[in-house]
């Protein structure tokens, strides 16, 4: 599976946006999908997941209630879409797929993407 995030931009606070996360391969609807942010200085950290079929999603306490993850399989995409933006939102966005353990899929994730730069300005 390969993993081409994309949608970020410079947006100001309080604004959206959303991304997504076009994979290739006809396995990508049996894994989760999850989103990661890395801000610079800091290290990479979960923001949220959504489980294959798209009917769970779990998402860290900075981003839930303003950041939503859904999935389209039929188009081997996933999305993250990201309301009422602050600063401290800024960072390199990742999605991974292919979880392993229980869920939530906060880890252990085995296909990564290339991330996609998020800016908010304040």
């Known amino acids: 599976v390969q993993l081409q995030a994309s949608g970020g931009g410079l947006v100001q606070s309080g604004g959206s946006l959303r991304l997504s996360c076009a994979a290739s391969?006809?396995?990508?609807?049996?894994?989760?999908v999850g989103w990661f942010r890395q801000a610079p200085g800091k290290e990479r950290e979960f923001v949220g997941t959504?489980?294959?079929?798209?009917?769970?999603?779990y998402y860290s306490d900075s981003v839930k209630g303003r950041f939503t993850i859904s999935r389209d399989n039929a188009k081997n995409t996933a999305y993250l879409q990201m309301n009422s933006l602050r600063s401290e939102d800024t960072a390199v966005y990742y999605c991974?797929?292919?979880?392993?353990?229980?869920?939530?899929?906060?880890?252990?994730?085995?296909?990564w993407g290339q991330g996609t730069q998020v800016t908010v300005s304040s």
């Open positions: 391969g006809r396995t990508f609807r049996y894994y989760s």
């Open positions: 959504v489980a294959s079929g798209g009917h769970s999603t």
């Open positions: 991974a797929a292919q979880a392993i353990g229980a869920w939530p899929h906060t880890l252990g994730y085995g296909y």
